[in-house]
């Protein structure tokens, strides 16, 4: 017995010591680093069966070998865009669910005083990653980067990525079976070979203190630094500098007075702050701003705001596909600006760095949210590590964009034992990661009556900002007049009412007062409706209407007047402004 226990010990140890790597966590502001893009042209092979791994796809085997022949080929493959999905790239992947291997030779000089690590912007679902054949790791979540280490692994001269991306739903993924959106496969986002020196700026946060406006908070950690290291922190354009020690773990925090013009949507100032090591220096433009709560009132730099907002998707309608580049950010941000409006919800997951980004520069504040839309299997004890590391990644991107000014956790999720717990600990956990920001989530569960709703969900007694998702007079009718129709909110907090809208195919016109017809005036007299309601809703700081541009969905299956499409957007697949669109312009222009 002893003999066999021993065995199955050894076993088990070298089971875990050959399991591949999960991601390490990534570096911040891949942007400031020696980042090399591998973006371009990869080869693929479509996989419906998922047996890429079983035949060692992996391997990019090409030679035929004494005896056995391989049943794969990357060389007579399709070619697909990296970044980019799959589905807007060839009419036979429209709506393809399954597996993609990608493959992608690139020439290397390794350097004993370097380290080299390969970072993935985003694909969409489970990403599979293979260097030289040689499993590096895993990675779930569609939306967030993630890296490996590959100092040890490359050699030098051409070396190959093989990498596995599959995106089939299912009950027990983030976000499920079922959601209002294209299911987009691929390497959506950017991908970079990056090489750092042996010690390097891995990561850090600057802001200001959320409670004491002129001190700054920095806290930078060096990868591979002893204690009692120096490193600088200025920023040259405010005359502010000072040294930081590194702890035994590399860490370094700094609390300091400093005077700064401070970023706001009207003056979306950046400053360019400086972090020196004696082996490593990192440049980054930083805003600073301050954003807290008060009397049911969202204050701005200590000054109460109006959040004049939409919702819109990671999406170019015109094209049918995911975003993901600059041009693809000013675009969709252009239309927001356009709109008149200071503020955007990212729906309903992460969007590019780009997007976040560009809104910094253009002064549009940003609400940021994971994927938990609806019916997430929240019993499964899988769910809780999951979507605790969406939310790690989310805030490890974007810490330090003052734009986001909220972090939310969900998306008009029941109610429920299981379902309060998660959403309990995922806000505590976005709390430890970063108290400077706002915690929302949107709730759709109110209690009704035909005059009236009362939000008495549990889980917003615990959030910062409470999100409101009802669409009346599309799919509540209208029992009393907008004007009279009562909101009780349970909690002295402040409200965004984050969804409300039609369905309206442009250019079809009709009855002002038949929703039936799909028409412009319909919308157009929903949104006058909805508005007259806003007066009613205590402790109201903003609206976000649903939703900018119609976009993409599976969910949508009126051939009439929808084709797979939400036409719920102010503006059409084309790129032509709906009638609603003018009366929320005109709405969001009467406020100051």
Known sequence: MKKTGTACLVACLTLILHLPSLPQPFMTNVEGRNARPLDGRWEAIVDMFSCGEQMEVYKNQTAEEKGRFVEYCFDAGIRLDVPGDWNSQRPELKYYESTVWYKRDFDCTPSPDKRLFLYFGASNYRTDVYLNGEKLGSHEGGFTPFQFEISDKVRPGRNFIVVGVDNRRSSL???????????????????????????????????????????????????????????????????????????????????????????????????????????????????????????????????????????????????????????????????????????????????????????????????????????????????????????????????????????????????????????????????????????????????????????????????????????????????????????????????????FGSEALYGKHGDPNDPTQWNEEYQAHNYRDNIAMLPNIPNLAGTTPWVLFDFRSPYRMNGKYQEEWNRKGLISDKGHRKMAWYVLKAYYDSIP
């Not at 203190?209 to 920023?235: F, T």
């Not at 040294?243 to 300091?256: P, V, W």
């Not at 806000?427 to 915690?439: A, E, G, K, Q």
């Open 173 to 499: 993924t983030i976000p499920a079976l079922k959601y209002d959106w294209w299911n987009y496969g691929g390497i959506t986002r950017s991908v970079f070979l990056i090489e750092t020196p042996r010690k390097f700026i891995e990561d850090y946060t600057v802001r200001l203190d959320r409670n004491i406006p002129d001190r700054l908070y920095a806290h930078v950690k060096i990868q591979g630094a002893a204690p009692d290291e120096k490193v600088n922190l200025s920023i040259p354009e405010a005359g502010f500098s000072a040294t930081l020690h590194t702890g035994k773990n590399g860490e370094a925090e700094l609390s300091a007075p400093v005077r700064l013009t401070l970023w706001s949507p009207e003056n979306p100032k950046l400053y360019t702050v400086e972090i020196r090591s004696p082996y490593d220096t990192i440049r980054e433009q930083i805003g600073f701003r301050t954003v807290t709560t008060e009397d049911g009132k969202i204050l701005l730099n200590g000054k109460q705001i109006f959040l004049k907002g939409i919702n819109c998707h990671d999406e170019i309608p015109q094209r049918m596909g995911r975003a993901f580049s600059e041009a693809d950010a000013r675009m969709l941000l252009g239309e927001v600006k356009a709109l008149g409006c200071n503020f955007l919800r990212l729906t309903h997951y992460p969007a590019s760095e780009e997007m976040v980004r560009m809104a910094e520069r253009m002064g549009i504040m940003l609400w940021e949210e994971v994927p938990l839309w609806q019916k997430i299997a929240f019993s499964d004890p899988g769910t809780l590590p999951k979507a605790n590391r969406m939310v790690t990644e989310m805030i490890a991107r974007d810490k330090n964009r003052c734009a986001v000014i909220m972090w939310s956790v969900s998306n008009e999720t029941a109610p429920g034992p299981d379902r309060n717990r998660v959403l309990e600990e995922m806000i505590r956990h976005c709390r430890t990661l970063d108290p400077s920001r706002l915690i929302t989530t949107a709730f759709s569960h109110t209690t009704d009556t035909p005059t009236s709703l009362t939000v008495d969900d549990p889980v917003a007694g615990l959030v910062d900002v409470i999100g409101i998702n009802k669409y009346y007079g599309w799919y509540i009718p209208w029992r009393c007049e907008p004007k009279d129709f009562v909101w009780n909110v349970r909690f002295a907090k402040p409200v965004i009412f984050s969804e």
